[in-house]
């Protein structure tokens, strides 16, 4: 018998066959999340996609749909534009509010009826006094599915409290956990769709294209530091600017292209951190990065350099890993809520 884990996001989904000894034999993917609600009008594209990737999960771990006790899930499914709107939970949030907070759907036209579907909802900062004064906006911040991936790191013990996860994906995420292993609020920045429209839909497209060439292991600290200095001295958009004269003017490689513009992101994402006193949430503990490798090792030498972090940094940059631990979060969160045995 097995269970079905489901991390739902914005433009991608992922679902996970576990087994008995909270093993991952099965996996399933499609490039579909809810962005394409938001441009279609319509869940049909999500629906439909979520369910090929299903059935796709279970033929690699050669299981039938009748070998499926539970579907558990986390993310934007769960969001105004998924397959079932949930308020978000306020800070502070533990894992055991996650589990008594579990919302049981339905089948959704995806799974067998009679199968129990869970969702876990997401976490928001607290709201401010007055919901009509946008001066306050910059106090709020929600997150869906970076809960669980903070409920399987403190299953794993590989981080103990306090501790901030700083997810670099679509967007970059910040997220406090306190001292007792509760989510304490959240910063969340546009970086990772910055990037994405700069490399398509802008000038430096062309800049930012594979040229073949062989890339370096790891990146230059000569490079990262030119584009935070000159982020820092003459601003984003005039430094964006600076890829396209790398490509025209001078003789760099792509590699060093794309990871300039990977430190002027993460150099304006290093201000964000400045919201950490306002929002009652401690810079100065370990951190763990989650992204991919080359961003990853950016953001690690920025930290330090930057905002002076003298604590360690633990980085998750494989893929392998960071769905164990959306997985081990999923099912730490079920065991809080009694829908499965702890591990003995």
């Not at 796709?56 to 969001?79: F, H, K, P, R, Y």
């Amino acid at each position: 018998m097995a269970i079905v884990a489901i991390d739902c996001g914005t433009t991608n989904s992922r679902i996970y066959v576990i087994d008995s000894h909270d093993n991952i034999v099965g996996k399933g993917s499609r490039k579909v999340g809810v962005k394409d609600t938001a441009e279609s009008g319509s869940t049909d594209i999500l629906v439909n996609g979520l369910r090929e990737a299903y059935i796709e999960a279970l033929a690699d771990a050669n299981l039938q749909e009748t070998d499926v006790t539970m579907v558990l899930s986390s993310g934007m499914i769960t969001s105004e534009i998924g397959l079932r709107c949930l308020p978000h939970m306020t800070v502070p949030v533990s894992c055991d509010d996650l589990g008594e907070n579990l919302e049981e759907v339905g089948s959704l036209g995806i799974f067998p009826k009679g199968v129990p579907v869970y969702f876990v909802r997401g976490v928001r900062n607290k709201m401010v006094d007055d919901p009509t004064d946008v001066g306050l906006v910059g106090m709020l911040d929600f997150m869906r599915g970076e809960e669980t991936q903070v409920a399987g790191l403190l299953a794993s013990g590989v981080c103990r409290p306090p501790f901030t996860l700083a997810v670099l994906s679509s967007h970059t995420k910040y997220i406090s956990v306190d001292a007792e292993g509760r989510i304490v609020g959240s910063v969340t920045t546009f970086s990772g769709q910055l990037f994405a429209a700069m490399s398509i839909n802008s000038v430096l497209a062309k800049s930012l294209q594979d040229d073949g060439s062989a890339s370096p292991e790891g990146f230059s600290h000569h490079v990262v530091d030119s584009a935070m200095r000159w982020t820092e001295e003459v601003g984003i958009l005039r430094t964006l600017l600076m890829v396209r004269f790398m490509d025209v003017l001078m003789k760099t490689s792509c590699h060093d292209r794309r990871t300039f513009l990977e430190a002027i992101i993460a150099t304006e994402d290093m201000l964000a951190l400045q919201q950490y006193p306002e929002l009652d949430m401690d810079l100065q503990v370990p951190f763990v990065l989650m992204g991919k490798p080359n961003r990853c090792e950016i953001y690690a030498y920025l930290l330090k350099k930057k905002i002076g972090l003298e604590h360690p940094i633990t980085i998750y940059d494989d893929d392998a890993a960071v769905d164990a631990l959306t997985v081990q979060g999923l099912l730490h969160i079920a065991r809080k809520a009694k829908l499965i045995k702890d591990k003995e």
